[in-house]
């Protein structure tokens, strides 16, 4: 008897799906996910229609073992992981354009051209300062990274997933994938660095 | 003349990293574990690179930055909204997959 009362309360306890007041309860949350890793407004609302025609179809699915937001918020986040994922498969940028800040020959090959080395934070740290301006900054400079950096940093800075992982999704080597992160975070930093520094 | 010049450049770059080798391994020392003979080698470089040194500070803040936005959306702090448009398309759509 006790176990009977025990199955049944733990299956109220369940949780259910209620579509109908989806965009009332997650539509921001959804929206703001999905903008803060797609850097744009537009294919964020994009993806967010997918997103519930998806969970619509998807429905028997569900287990309740989750809640209806993590279910969902899991949906949506495969349609970004999808996105970059063809965005690096459609258009391979061409990783010469790349304008490296280091020399490219002579003697100190490799070391940085001292336009474009990195200063000294220190007087505008954004942990102790103007961490809203910073923020800003950082949104626009991510949204300027080309997409097959932009969702490789996305994916592991943001969404902390393992290298090996990200590179099953995006289809990228290893080695490759450092060196695309490591030219993601030189570029942002120098494109933080010319409007935080400047302003 | 320049060519023994180039010789002592080839040795130092074998025992020493570029600024583009060693923030390559700044990179990777965020996310993994580095072999002892890189961190001992990227040590050396930057007790002697203050750009390098930027760098890794930059590098630090950034991903910290990165964090807090995130934080900040779990904390319901919404930047951006949906419009009463966008809302009402997104409810015709749901209605119409509904009905199926």
Request: proline fraction near 3%.
């Given at each position: 008897m006790l176990i009977l009362i025990l199955v049944t309360l733990a299956a109220i306890q369940k949780h259910t799906l209620d579509p109908n007041n989806w965009i009332a309860n997650y539509g921001d949350y959804l929206l703001n996910y999905g903008y803060s890793r797609l850097s744009s407004r537009e294919v964020a609302e994009d993806l967010l229609q997918d997103t519930f025609i998806s969970a619509l179809k998807a429905q028997?699915?569900?287990?309740?073992?989750?809640?209806e937001q993590t279910w969902l918020t899991s949906i949506l986040k495969r349609k970004v992981i999808d996105y970059y994922r063809k965005k690096s498969t459609q258009n391979e940028i061409n990783?010469?354009?790349?304008?490296?800040?280091?020399?490219?020959?002579?003697?100190?090959?490799?070391?940085?051209e001292k336009s474009r080395a990195p200063k000294d934070w220190s007087d505008r740290d954004p942990n102790s300062m103007r961490q809203k301006e910073f923020q800003a900054i950082l949104e626009e400079c991510i949204s300027y990274l080309p997409e097959k950096l932009r969702g490789v940093f996305i994916l592991k800075v943001?969404?902390?997933?393992e290298s090996d992982e990200v590179c099953k999704e995006l289809g990228c080597t290893a080695s490759n994938f450092w060196v695309i992160l490591h030219r993601a975070r030189l570029r942002l930093r120098e494109c933080i660095e010319n409007n935080w520094l400047n302003e | 003349m320049s060519n023994i010049f180039n010789g002592i450049g080839k040795m130092m770059n074998k025992l020493m990293l570029s600024c583009d080798e060693a923030t390559m391994l700044i990179t990777r020392s965020d996310f993994e574990q580095l072999s002892s003979i890189k961190q001992f080698k990227l040590k050396m470089h930057l007790a002697s690179c203050s750009m390098c040194r930027n760098f890794k500070q930059q590098s630090s803040i950034i991903t910290s930055q990165v964090n807090l936005l995130k934080k900040e959306l779990d904390a319901n702090k919404m930047r951006v909204a949906l419009s009463d448009d966008s809302k009402k398309n997104l409810q015709e759509l749901i209605n119409k997959n509904l009905q199926k």
């Open positions: 028997d699915n569900f287990r309740g073992d989750s809640s990783e010469s354009r790349f304008n490296t800040p280091f020399k490219e020959s002579g003697f100190l090959e490799g070391h940085w943001m969404e902390e997933m | -």
